[in-house]
């Protein structure tokens, strides 16, 4: 008998190969009547498209989204969307958009309709994170979870091969992460094994063929799975590991990921083998450490943390920060688990296949 509290989140998904032919219908089950469409200076035309479809019903566009979110942009947009007399922050993008729309909702209260374009997950996620002097803060409040998300994976047909394959293992990340929560329950489970099975299925489709629609599909459908992992249970070493990788030494979101991940497996097997069990069924039988190393190697994403730009000496400085306000993990992270979370990291540094 297992004993849990499941909190249902409160948002709209609508799903489907051509999915953003709802965008009027859905800003007007909003009732929003302005919405301010944010995205990266790269998906300036595909905002464009998407501003020029609401017409009226599109306040203008802010193109200025960067990865995690500097204070002073989110300070910006959150100008902009006052002087637009914005009621609602439409985000089109991946994780640095929604997570721009995050910090507008954070100090404004308004909606946000997010149209997700990687596997990254924080449409579907409470916690908003932004970046102040070189630190990442980060907190969870329930305005910042978009009200409604449109996911349409035709829009994902763009997304560079690389960025295709790291993305879908930071997806793969949550709900490795979730098999293994404190605060774990049983839909979370079934969606967490669902979402890596998916993934990995699509992945090496999509390293042959990026416009495999069925499989941008399954990806994208892996990705949802994966990220409502992520906003309903708590995270372990692995993405407290990322955060500081992120963080402090500023290496890519997405490889930083992929890198690591099957490093921490490894090293939470022993502590968690139920959740080993189920990512290694959604892997179809593989170890679920050297599984999820070869999901990404034989795909042609980084395997090194020194490929990312990490020097040597950053493993010490890493496993140092890893461990002081550690977050819970399976595997408790004591002073004495410093050596083997140094070599963790050395063998993540290094490229070489994890050892459990
Ligand atoms: P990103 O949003 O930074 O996008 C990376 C690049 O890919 C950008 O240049 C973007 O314009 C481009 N791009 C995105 N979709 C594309 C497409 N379909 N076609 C072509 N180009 C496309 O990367 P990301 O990995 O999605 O997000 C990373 C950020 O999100 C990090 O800051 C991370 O901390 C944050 N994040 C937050 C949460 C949360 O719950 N708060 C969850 C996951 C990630």
Same mark, same amino acid.
């Given at each position: 008998?297992?004993?849990?509290?499941?909190?249902? *989140?409160?948002?709209?998904?609508?799903?489907?190969?051509?999915?953003?032919?709802?965008?009027?219908?859905?800003?007007?089950?909003?009732?929003?009547?302005?919405?301010?469409?944010?995205?990266?200076?790269?998906?300036?035309?595909?905002?464009?498209?998407?501003?020029?479809?609401?017409?009226?019903?599109?306040?203008?566009?802010?193109?200025?989204?960067?990865?995690?979110?500097?204070?002073?942009?989110? %300070?910006?947009?959150?100008?902009?969307?006052?002087?637009?007399?914005?009621?609602?922050?439409?985000?089109?993008?991946?994780?640095?958009?929604?997570?721009?729309?995050?910090?507008?909702?954070?100090?404004?209260?308004? +909606?946000?309709?997010?149209?997700?374009?990687?596997?990254?997950?924080?449409?579907?996620?409470?916690?908003?994170?932004?970046?102040?002097?070189?630190?990442?803060?980060?907190?969870?409040?329930?305005?910042?979870?978009?009200?409604?998300?449109?996911?349409? +994976?035709?829009?994902?047909?763009?997304?560079?091969?690389?960025?295709?394959?790291?993305?879908?293992?930071?997806?793969?990340?949550?709900?490795?992460?979730?098999?293994?929560?404190?605060?774990?329950?049983?839909?979370?489970?079934?969606?967490?094994?669902?979402?890596?099975?998916?993934?990995?299925?699509?992945?090496?489709?999509?390293?042959? %063929?990026?416009?495999?629609?069925?499989?941008?599909?399954?990806?994208? #459908?892996?990705?949802?799975?994966?990220?409502?992992?992520?906003?309903?249970?708590?995270?372990?070493?692995?993405?407290?590991?990322?955060?500081?990788?992120?963080?402090?030494?500023?290496?890519?979101?997405?490889?930083?990921?992929?890198?690591?991940?099957?490093?921490?497996?490894?090293?939470?097997?022993?502590?968690?083998?139920?959740?080993?069990?189920?990512?290694?069924?959604?892997?179809?039988?593989?170890?679920?450490?050297?599984?999820?190393?070869?999901?990404?190697?034989?795909?042609?994403?980084?395997?090194?943390?020194?490929?990312?730009?990490?020097?040597?000496?950053?493993?010490?400085?890493?496993? *140092?920060?890893?461990?002081?306000?550690? #977050?819970?993990?399976?595997?408790?992270?004591?002073?004495?688990?410093? +050596?083997?979370?140094?070599?963790?990291?050395?063998?993540?540094?290094?490229?070489? +296949?994890?050892?459990?």
């Amino acid at each position: 008998m297992r004993s849990f509290v499941f909190n249902g *989140q409160p948002s709209r998904v609508v799903f489907g190969a051509g999915s953003l032919a709802h965008l009027e219908r859905e800003v007007q089950h909003l009732g929003a009547k302005r919405a301010l469409v944010l995205c990266t200076p790269e998906q300036l035309p595909l905002a464009e498209v998407i501003a020029q479809r609401l017409g009226a019903h599109a306040a203008g566009i802010y193109p200025k989204a960067v990865m995690h979110v500097p204070v002073e942009t989110a %300070n910006a947009a959150i100008e902009e969307a006052k002087r637009m007399n914005a009621d609602c922050a439409l985000a089109v993008g991946g994780g640095s958009t929604t997570g721009l729309g995050k910090a507008i909702a954070l100090q404004s209260g308004l +909606p946000i309709l997010a149209i997700p374009t990687t596997y990254a997950g924080s449409e579907m996620t409470p916690i908003w994170g932004m970046t102040e002097n070189g630190l990442k803060k980060t907190g969870r409040d329930p305005r910042v979870l978009p009200r409604t998300v449109i996911y349409d +994976p035709e829009l994902t047909v763009s997304l560079p091969a690389g960025l295709t394959i790291t993305s879908g293992m930071n997806a793969i990340a949550h709900a490795a992460e979730g098999l293994y929560a404190q605060d774990s329950n049983p839909v979370m489970d079934l969606m967490a094994e669902e979402g890596i099975r998916a993934l990995a299925s699509a992945l090496p489709k999509l390293r042959a %063929n990026p416009a495999d629609i069925d499989a941008r599909g399954d990806a994208l #459908y892996g990705a949802w799975l994966c990220g409502s992992v992520l906003g309903n249970v708590g995270m372990a070493l692995h993405h407290k590991l990322c955060h500081t990788l992120g963080g402090t030494l500023n290496l890519p979101h997405a490889e930083a990921h992929t890198v690591v991940l099957p490093h921490a497996i490894a090293f939470n097997a022993a502590a968690a083998p139920q959740a080993m069990q189920k990512i290694s069924r959604a892997l179809q039988g593989a170890p679920a450490a050297l599984g999820l190393y070869h999901l990404a190697k034989d795909n042609g994403a980084p395997t090194a943390l020194r490929d990312l730009g990490m020097t040597a000496a950053d493993v010490d400085r890493v496993a *140092q920060i890893a461990i002081q306000n550690p #977050y819970w993990n399976p595997r408790p992270i004591v002073p004495e688990a410093l +050596p083997a979370l140094r070599e963790l990291l050395q063998r993540a540094w290094e490229g070489a +296949p994890p050892v459990e």
